[in-house]
């Protein structure tokens, strides 16, 4: 069945916009929202051929008031990633159309080509994921764009940071600490800056093994330390599937070949600084992930886990 009908009430000058940027004799047959985002709805959209068959575009849009206002930079961001990675092996959506300051649609809006695969959250399988994960992240940290996009930002601070209720004290104390000193330098390197398992595409596991098929959501692509998008990924780690798992992926990414920070207490930086950013989004992490199955990940076994994980940061460090 389906629920165009439904999807047109609701975006109609979206999916007018949508149909401009078909092939002569295409037309919308099905759209189908999908789950999993934070920050943006996602639909799927069946595309009908003159010939009979199908093709499927994904349709990017930003409705919440919150994220409306950084609509344009995020779309603009992405826009520019995506034509950037065609010219590269990064398995990447291709670019069909933007309207970031929503001109033509009902809100700020993105057209790009379907992948082919699924997530996997599950614990089943999670050392090969791990080693994918960091050979894909040091292919993306290699693209060298010939206009460097704009400089990475983080949002969190020393002090909007959020302790767990029954965290290690002391830890979360040493942590806060570590990010309150000036960010070290760095030599830059092409950022995902969401790169974590939730937005990465596998296909169905055969008897050649699970395979990346895809790499998705670049809103947030920017320049910086690679140490930044490998914290970020092992802070999701750590909450998926356990601290030891967080810890795992930076060995990963360096025995993929990727190059972190030499001295340890720059290191330390980046994935203090991570992880005490998504203190302040544990609720939204866990939300998207229940839904997409993982119904033991409660926000308060988020919040034990980045506990354990933090701990083990600032206790490994010294």
Avoid at 76 to 88: K, W
Wanted: aromatic share 6%; proline share 5%; charged share 20%.
């Amino acid at each position: 069945m389906t629920n165009h009908d439904e999807a047109t009430a609701v975006i109609p000058l979206t999916l007018a916009w949508v149909s401009q940027h078909l092939e002569v004799g295409e037309r919308i047959v099905e759209t189908e929202m999908l789950h999993g985002g934070i920050t943006a709805q996602m639909r799927r959209l069946t595309i009908g051929r003159p010939d009979g068959n199908t093709r499927v575009l994904v349709l990017r849009s930003f409705v919440d008031p919150f994220y409306v206002g950084h609509a344009e930079d995020w779309l603009n961001r992405e826009a520019d990633a995506l034509s950037l990675l065609t010219q590269t092996s990064v398995p990447a959506p291709g670019l069909v159309a933007v309207d970031p300051t929503a001109t033509h649609c009902e809100f700020p809006s993105l057209l790009m080509t379907h992948l082919a695969g699924r997530t996997i959250i599950h614990d089943e399988g999670v050392e090969a994921r791990v080693l994918l994960l960091a050979r894909q992240l040091v292919a993306i940290h290699a693209v060298r764009p010939t206009k460097r996009p704009r400089k990475y930002s983080t949002l969190s601070t020393a002090d909007t940071a959020v302790t767990p209720k029954g965290a290690d004290a002391g830890a979360w104390a040493a942590a806060i600490d570590v990010i309150r000193k000036p960010a070290p330098r760095y030599e830059g390197r092409f950022l995902h800056r969401d790169f974590q398992p939730g937005n990465v595409l596998f296909d169905e596991p055969g008897s050649a093994g699970v395979r990346i098929t895809g790499v998705v959501d670049w809103a947030g692509a920017c320049w910086g330390p690679a140490d930044l998008d490998v914290a970020h990924c092992c802070t999701n780690f750590a909450l998926l599937h356990g601290p030891a798992w967080g810890l795992r992926f930076t060995q990963a990414y360096e025995e993929a070949g990727g190059v972190l920070a030499a001295a340890a207490s720059e290191r330390l930086y980046w994935q203090v600084r991570d992880a005490l950013a998504c203190s302040e989004e544990v609720q939204a992490m866990a939300q998207p992930w229940r839904e997409a199955g993982r119904t033991d990940l409660t926000t308060r076994t988020l919040e034990e886990r980045l506990d354990a994980y933090v701990t083990a940061l600032i206790n490994t460090s010294g």
